[in-house]
């Protein structure tokens, strides 16, 4: 059974950055394609960014609208983690964020929610002045 666990959220000024990172254990974990997700106080869980599982050499990367040229997904297959760099922060940033698995070997990256199948307990990220 996979487990994923996020860190790196806290509170930052508009502008800043943030390095999520989602550790990802169980067996073959970089066989399977991980997504980001974040939930806004009073709003539906949207995805943000995704990557496909990785021979190590090469991966793909899909990304919301709303993060494009500000968010960057990259996974480390040594350390089984993947990270999400968060640069430019806005205050509409501001959620809950989750790292998830369709839990499928070799599945294509997915940004909707409702097609992941386990979940990290996630890490808030806070933009505020």
């Known amino acids: 059974q996979l487990q994923l666990v996020e860190s790196g959220g806290g509170l930052v000024q508009p502008g800043g950055s943030l390095r999520l990172s989602c550790v990802v254990s169980?067996?073959?974990?970089?066989?399977?394609?991980i997504g980001w997700f974040r939930q806004a106080p009073g709003k539906e869980r949207e995805g943000v960014s995704c990557?496909?599982?990785?021979?190590?050499?090469?991966?793909?990367?899909r990304y919301a609208d709303s993060v494009k040229g500000r968010f960057t997904i990259s996974r480390d297959n040594a350390k089984n983690t993947v990270y999400l760099q968060t640069n430019s922060l806005k205050p509409e940033d501001t959620a809950l964020y989750y790292c998830?698995?369709?839990?499928?070997?070799?599945?294509?990256?997915?940004?909707?929610?409702?097609?992941?199948?386990?979940w990290g307990k996630g890490t808030l990220v806070t933009v505020s002045s």
């Open positions: 990557i496909s599982s990785s021979d190590g050499s090469t991966y793909y990367t």
């Open positions: 998830a698995t369709e839990a499928r070997l070799l599945s294509v990256c997915k940004l909707s929610p409702d097609s992941m199948n386990i």
């Open positions: 169980g067996l073959r974990p970089n066989y399977y394609a």
